[in-house]
């Protein structure tokens, strides 16, 4: 099966064992290392569900546990199905069954889409509370038709048929996020002769690193990865969590950890337990939980085809996915301008990087505009044009202050848009602790 999107060769998928899927009962192939989202992705599919209310189509954004959109139903069986996990968080095994959970009759041409073009003036904000409050004997259909716009999963109908069990540990040092950072504190602590446990969510460690080109004292970042996981994983006094979401930060550092088990193998699990609990008791807790990316704010910014510059870079680098052909870029930092590095080197094109602030002279801007790339400081993305997908975009300088447009707009003929408003560190953990974050202006994040 053609895969449209796919480069011939990178990334960290293996080519060796295609994988076909079905999608909203039509059949696909992906790779195994892919995620349904990187999939879908590199089958072209833009459409994967519809907004509340409005219906307006809505595609792929990122590609991590942030994704809003490519939020689906997972398999075919009424006792093991799965309501709404993220597709971007999803593995891709042979012969996954899923579907969007909105759209009539479905979600390429949604009747409901009508009534999103009619607008605010059919339905105002909060028209749902007032509309449906009478007769009260119909609350129960009304609940019904408004569940279902809602886009919400339906939960298994049948007694779940797999199993699930619990670990008690006690270790020295807890580390949460398998990142540069992460790996780095887990490898000293051990050195030290430490027990350690770390975790990350992912079916691979390595965070960043895991699409990353760069170095690592002058050592490529794969390569280091390797290195490190290695190391990691030859000490005794180590134990390595993949596929495992840290939930809860307790008192006296008692950390709940859900370990996905078999949920990338399918339907049928022979392989013991599907899910473990794992009840850590540390001496020392180390959380490095990373950054997520902020989106900036422009007219239609939720049209299929408008992404994360972050989630470009890792379809790109580490899926082998370049999800469009001809790109704009919006940003207000220097790390952003990777996607369109990376997007020109996998041979497409980028029509343009608008850059907010009023000029920059990094190592990345000067690596973009050494490969061509049209940049425009002090310019903002105001408008993109298209309903499935992206088609162009306004393009105008801003004010100094970059709180208003300062001139004429400027067209440009795209298909993917990518923004970046800069990274706010991963709070929730330290948040469980009462620990207050503290706001800081040069990241224009908590911290």
Known sequence: MKQVNRLDDGGRINRQTPLNFTFNDKTYQGFEGDTL???????????????????????????????PNAIFQVGSNDASTIPNPRATQTELYANLVCSSTNGWPNVDFDLMGTVGKVGGSAMPPGFYYKTFMFPQSMWMSYEKMIRKGAGLGCSPLQPDPDSYDKLNHHCDV?????????????????????????????????????CSTELIDG?????????????????????????STAFGYYDQNYIGINERRSDHIGETNSHGTRQRLHKVRAKQVILATGAHERPLVFGNNDVPGCMLASAVTTYINRYAVVPGNRLALMTTNDNAYKAAIAWHDAGKSVV???????????????????????????HGIIDVKGS???????????????KSVSGQAVSYICDTVASSGGWSPVLHLSSHTGSKPIWRDDIQGFV
Request: hydrophobic share 50%.
């Open 174 to 210: 807890m580390v949460v996020g398998a990142g540069p950072a992460g790996l780095s504190a887990a490898l000293a602590a051990a050195r030290a002769g430490a027990r350690v446990i770390i975790a990350d969510e992912q079916n691979e460690m390595g965070g960043s690193l895991l």
């Open 388 to 402: 499935k997908r992206v088609k162009s975009v306004e393009v105008a300088p801003l004010s100094a202050d970059g």
């Open 352 to 378: 343009l990087i608008a850059d907010t602030r009023p000029s920059a002279d990094g190592f990345l801007v000067k690596e973009a505009m050494k490969r061509g790339i049209k940049v425009e400081f002090g």
């Open 37 to 67: 989202a990187s999939a879908l992705l590199a089958n072209g599919v833009d459409v994967v569900g519809r907004s509340f209310k409005y219906s307006r189509p809505r595609g792929v954004i990122t590609a991590d546990a942030q994704e």
């Open 219 to 243: 050592t490529a970042a794969a390569v280091w990865l390797v290195s490190t996981l290695t190391a990691l994983a030859e000490n005794d006094n180590v134990l390595l969590l993949p596929r």
